[in-house]
């Protein structure tokens, strides 16, 4: 990529999904698992609280969801911007 104008528009997009996917994983771990824990106690999943399933297991599933969410999303960048493995 020759282009500086198109290595910052890149970069950019790759920062603003990084920023994205961060976002959600500090409101899934931090939020769900220690913050709301009480309220989302109120309900349950599976026979257990629903704040402590979050804390334990659901998070887990967050997160291997955003690894997929990022693979996917950054292949469509990086052939939006013609920096893909040809």
Same mark, same amino acid.
């Given at each position: 990529?020759?282009?500086? &104008?198109?290595?910052?528009?890149?970069?950019?997009?790759? @920062?603003?999904? @990084?920023? &994205?996917? @961060?976002?959600?994983?500090?409101?899934?771990?931090?939020?769900?698992?220690?913050?709301?824990?009480?309220?989302?106690?109120?309900?349950?999943?599976?026979?257990?609280?629903?704040?402590?399933?979050?804390?334990?297991?659901?998070?887990?599933?967050v997160?291997?969801?955003?690894?997929?969410?990022?693979?996917k999303?950054?292949?469509?960048?990086?052939?939006?911007?013609?920096?893909?493995? &040809?």
């Amino acid at each position: 990529m020759s282009n500086p &104008k198109g290595g910052e528009a890149y970069w950019k997009a790759t @920062l603003g999904l @990084l920023t &994205k996917i @961060l976002i959600v994983w500090f409101v899934v771990s931090y939020g769900a698992g220690i913050m709301f824990v009480e309220q989302l106690n109120a309900f349950s999943l599976g026979g257990y609280p629903l704040g402590f399933w979050f804390a334990q297991q659901g998070s887990i599933y967050v997160f291997i969801a955003l690894i997929f969410y990022y693979a996917k999303k950054m292949g469509e960048l990086d052939r939006e911007h013609d920096v893909d493995e &040809k």
